[in-house]
């Protein structure tokens, strides 16, 4: 997709959208953080997607060199609060932030980059488990730096057990058919993105769910609920240099949006509660959490209202990317997700809602989308 945030109040960061309070911007920011960042005081922030908003596949687009010549000022240091959101999970967030600042021209550090694996830092009760992991490029690398602790890959698991991938006749045993490697029992499978050979990475983990974690093992019987799967990115579709588009519509926007109705009921909950003299809200400290980790893909998750939510979440759509104002692949009944024509991608937990995927706003190039932010906020760009 191609749009940014802007998010209010926590520094407002949501133009790909939200809003934070001067409160937490003053306590929240480290050192470190405040020698990036100028002494100008914001309330809001910006979140970019990467693709088809500042880059298109290596090469960036030319409004967002200009846009971020004006959002650093004269020492290099950021105006307002920048963090770059990405759907792309192949890599390291350093590794990602040395791409940006060496395509924007501007200084971008790891702790701005959220990548689609960055979420599974809060996954703890999985680290300590056996997983296999899917994807590719330094897969291990990623997911020790988030946390995992025993980690299997498709090609140790396929080296394990030679036979379970025939599907490339030039990679099946040839003459004696060779022993099993001894591998730990899996407890959970992460995808971290698509996998070069799907083949083989579709069939090594069927067999692993088939098999409770032990696809060595004859299947005996159907486990159910089978072994978690950890999904970080349902988003296939991209466009980067291809002349047509081949992105989600369902990804980023439609998150936003759903992020942002999800910070109006809590600041909803939280006025209710503040009015009835509780200083906490039932179901707000924790969601259900299952002690068997391996049995269960629930997560806890939320907290105390002193982590202290961002107001708000709005959505600016460039046109730079996927986005085609003559065509909208999105269907008009939200109980109608598959027709001849159209197919809806958006995430299978979420129930389907038109108003969710609207954009607050839409504008030709991220330029234009930081202009309309500041202007907004009574900032000058320039």
């Keep these: 997709m191609a749009e940014m945030f802007s998010l209010w109040n926590m520094f407002r960061i949501g133009w790909r959208g939200v809003k934070l309070s001067r409160r937490v911007t003053n306590a929240a920011v480290s050192a470190q953080t405040q020698r990036r960042y100028s002494t100008e005081c914001s309330l809001f922030g910006l979140l970019f997607d990467i693709d088809g908003v500042l880059v298109r596949g290596r090469t960036p687009i030319p409004a967002a060199k200009q846009c971020f010549r004006n959002l650093v000022d004269g020492d290099g240091k950021y105006r307002v609060p920048v963090v770059f959101v990405t759907n792309a999970g192949n890599s390291l967030r350093e590794t990602k932030a040395e791409q940006l600042s060496h395509l924007l021209e501007v200084e971008v550090s790891p702790d701005q980059v959220v990548l689609s694996h960055s979420p599974l ?3 703890t009760q999985f680290h300590d488990l056996c997983v296999l992991v899917s994807g590719q490029g330094p897969v291990v690398e990623v997911a020790h730096n988030v946390g995992f602790k025993n980690v299997v890959t498709i090609d140790m698991l396929r080296e394990a057990n030679p036979l379970l991938d025939v599907v490339d006749h030039n990679r099946r045993p040839k003459d004696l058919i060779p022993p099993s490697m001894d591998l730990p029992p899996i407890d959970a499978v992460v995808l971290f993105g698509e996998p070069i050979r799907w083949e083989t990475n579709l069939q090594l983990i069927t067999d692993v769910l088939l098999t ?12 159910y609920p089978h072994i978690p799967v950890l999904a970080c990115n349902m988003d296939l579709l991209w466009m980067a240099e291809a ?11 439609y998150g936003a949006n759903l992020y942002n109705r999800y910070l109006k009921a809590m600041h ?11 200083s906490q809200v039932p179901g707000d400290q924790q969601c259900e959490a299952s002690d068997d980790a391996k049995g269960s893909g629930r997560v806890m998750v939320g907290g105390s209202f002193d982590h202290r939510l961002p107001e708000g979440c709005s959505s600016i759509l460039v046109c730079t990317g996927v986005y085609n104002r003559d065509h909208q692949d999105l269907p008009s009944d939200p109980e109608q997700t598959v027709t001849e024509q159209r197919i809806f991608h958006g995430h ?16 030709h190039d991220v330029r234009d989308g930081v202009e309309l932010v500041f202007q907004r906020e009574g900032w000058s760009l320039q």
């Excluded at 002349?243 to 926007?253: F, G, H, S, V």
């Excluded at 909803?268 to 509780?278: D, I, L, P």
């Excluded at 299978?348 to 504008?363: A, C, G, H, N, Y």
Aim: proline share 11%.
């Design 121 to 123: 830092r809060v996954f």
């Design 212 to 223: 409770n974690g032990r696809p060595g093992n004859p299947v005996t019987s159907l486990h």
């Design 243 to 253: 002349k047509n588009p081949r992105d989600n519509p369902m990804a980023d926007i």
């Design 268 to 278: 909803r909950t939280r006025v209710q509660a503040q009015g009835s003299s509780s």
């Design 348 to 363: 299978r937990d979420f129930r389907f809602d038109p108003s969710l995927t609207q954009p607050s706003f839409i504008v």
